[in-house]
């Protein structure tokens, strides 16, 4: 499994980014898409996961309302939108996969491909 993650940037509070994930992965049955952020100083956190097939989400209550998780089949691309951004989103945004059903837990996901930083401006 591979995943490459893209999309962050640089944006003033209360804009907007979405992050891409591609990946080189049987889809098919039971993959799991996972976003976790971190923060400088800060253990990585759960931020939102999508099963393909299901397509059961899971949010953090942080970001509830503001992100989006998605995912394009036939891209095998996973996206996460962020709207409403706020300085306190601020951080490296990974990308991670499992086999299994939609967890919130890091240690779950046996995948991970290299963050994206997204920084948000007051």
Do not use: H
Not at 51 to 72: E, H, L, N, P, Q
């Amino acid at each position: 499994v591979q995943l490459q993650a893209s999309g962050g940037g640089l944006v003033q509070s209360g804009g907007s980014l979405r992050l891409s994930c591609a990946v080189s992965a049987r889809t098919d049955t039971n993959y799991v898409t996972g976003w976790f952020r971190q923060a400088p100083g800060k253990e990585r956190e759960f931020v939102a996961a999508m099963g393909w097939s299901s397509g059961r989400t899971s949010y953090a209550d942080s970001v509830k309302g503001r992100f989006t998780i998605s995912r394009d089949n036939a891209k095998k691309t996973a996206y996460l939108q962020l709207d409403s951004l706020e300085p306190e989103d601020t951080a490296i945004y990974y990308c991670a996969a499992r086999y299994g059903s939609v967890v919130p837990y890091t240690r779950y996901y046996s995948y991970w491909g290299q963050g994206t930083q997204v920084t948000v401006s007051s």
